[in-house]
């Protein structure tokens, strides 16, 4: 029976990990950092799912697996990646990275040899209930590039209610994703929700965060072209209005935002491409000075 180690029980790694459970034929834990639970249970647009999987406090108490699925925040990366990792990673275990951005491979190359390194991008709208809860606002749909390992990974996945597909151009995958989440700054920045965009004044902000990206991602070798800013932006608009993004839900919270994964990523690759990223960068450091601000009122 396939082992699966799913590292990070935030929203994602408690969605992942109930369902690869409760559909059956696989041996599942889940490798956390705080507790206080002892079942999952996810609220999905298919109705509830609940199951046991065996939860890990500690690395010590595990072994290899065939499949390590990371699914903390970006910025964790290198935390797991020195806890968790050596204890659950053999010779044969396969790497499958669920996060945001567009360095996957990058945030684990130094840890682990890139070749054994999956790349997932995900559209898996969740958010934390409480503990070992979550709601799954809809169904959740994730593209790997295709290669050696996709059509493993693919076949986890059956029957758990999340589509995955393998995509050729994975490169064009993330960026476009990007591209969204780089607009959804300004949310952040005004705390606001996504209706934001319908705003005379954030609108043009968000279409030159976007425009930005599209410029850094097609020097990355993504396939976009002018008409994509104005995708992006269409795609913003039909969002819910009450939306709130993951960047702006962080920063509600105080908790450490994915700043860098989502518009840092921009500003250092626009940099190395020799592409200016003004806008990008200056509402980085806007949002940096007034968490920092905020922090300091506290
Ligand atoms: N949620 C969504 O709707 C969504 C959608 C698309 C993409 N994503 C992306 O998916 C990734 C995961 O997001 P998420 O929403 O699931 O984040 P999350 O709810 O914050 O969960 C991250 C989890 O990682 C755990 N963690 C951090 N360091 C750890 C360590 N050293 N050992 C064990 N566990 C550790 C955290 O532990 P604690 O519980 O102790 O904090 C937390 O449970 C992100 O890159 C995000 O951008 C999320």
Redesign the pocket.
Known sequence: MPRIAI?????????IAARLSARGGLDVSL????GGFSSLEVQGPDGTVAATPTLYADPTQTRPVDWVIA????Y?SA??AR??LPALMGPQTRLAV????VEHVANFAAFVDPARILPVM???????LGPGRVLQ?AAGIMVVPQGPDSADFITLFHGTGINVTADADFTTVVWRKLCL?AAGAVSALLRQPAGIVHHAGAAPVMRALVAECVAVARAEGANMDDATVDQVMDACCAAAPAGIN?LLA?RMAG?PM?LD??NGVIIRRGAAHGIPTPVNQTVHDLILAAVSAEKAQR
Do not use: F
């Open positions: 590292v990070g029980a935030g929203a994602i790694g408690t969605v490798c956390l950092r705080s699914t903390t925040k970006a964790d935390a797991i806890t968790w669920l996060q945001n951005g995900l559209d898996i709208p969740a958010e934390r606002r989440n993951s962080d908790r994915e994964a989502r």
